[in-house]
């Protein structure tokens, strides 16, 4: 079965140091991965995804992920944390291409960065 | 990306009372997904909804309890129908394209309290 793990419930950071949110994953076949943000109150906003290619990926505000496929991980990173980061992150995998694009959701980290 | 906004953005209902959210997109998309979430907690999947066709619903999720429609490729609703506080959530449409490797985009959601 298809699953995803983030394996904190919330992280806290200092602002300027660098942050990492962790998530692993468990597919069948080559699997596609995505981060996602929530801002408080706020819809969810597209990060960056891993489909193929270079496993250093980046994507908004700073944020990349490094896919790798022997530890199925895909962890969240920025080099240096900003206060405006604090938020809820979520780590998403699809499994397989075709018609069902369903996405399966880790239960999500909650990033805090102090001043 | 796509630009996708959902009415109303927040409602407070009577149980036993059913409530409508609507979802529009700025282009056409081929599959529409709407979600539930706890605020604060991960995302569940309560159906896919592609145009054309019946919505395909998730397990625990039924046709009579969220009717969904999708009359076009840019619009779709969701009703929950006959609800009591246990439906107290926020509610999410999400798109997605035609293309395998993409994400999904989301509206800002519908904070619904059924008291």
């Known amino acids: 079965a298809q699953s995803v793990a983030q394996p904190e419930d919330q992280v806290n950071v200092a602002e300027g140091n660098p942050l990492t949110v962790k998530c692993t994953y468990s597919v069948s076949g080559n699997p596609y991965l995505f981060w996602y943000v929530q801002y408080p109150n706020r819809g969810l906003q597209f990060l960056l995804k891993?489909?193929?290619?270079d496993n250093l990926v980046k994507g908004s505000y700073g944020f990349e992920a490094e896919f790798n496929k022997s530890q199925t991980s895909f962890h969240l990173k920025k080099p240096s944390a900003l206060v405006s980061d604090s938020a809820l992150y979520f780590c998403a995998v699809r499994g397989y291409a075709g018609n069902n694009r369903k996405l399966i959701w880790g239960l999500g980290t909650s990033l805090a960065v102090n001043p | 990306s796509a630009v996708i906004s959902q009415k109303p953005s927040r409602d407070i209902c009577q149980r036993g009372t059913s409530l409508t959210i609507q979802c529009q997109v700025d282009s056409q998309v081929t599959m529409m997904f709407w979600y539930r979430q706890q605020p604060g907690q991960s995302l569940t999947l309560i159906a896919t909804?592609?145009?054309?066709?019946?919505?395909?619903?998730e397990s625990g999720f039924v046709i009579d309890k969220f009717p969904i429609s999708r009359p076009n490729l840019t619009f779709s609703t969701l009703t929950v129908s006959n609800m009591s506080p246990e439906d107290s959530s926020i509610y999410l449409c999400?798109?997605?394209?035609?293309?395998?490797?993409?994400?999904?985009?989301f509206g800002p959601g519908t904070r619904l309290t059924v008291l």
């Open positions: 999400s798109v997605s394209g035609t293309g395998d490797y993409n994400e999904q985009f």
């Open positions: 909804a592609n145009q054309g066709s019946e919505a395909t619903y």
């Open positions: 891993y489909i193929t290619g």
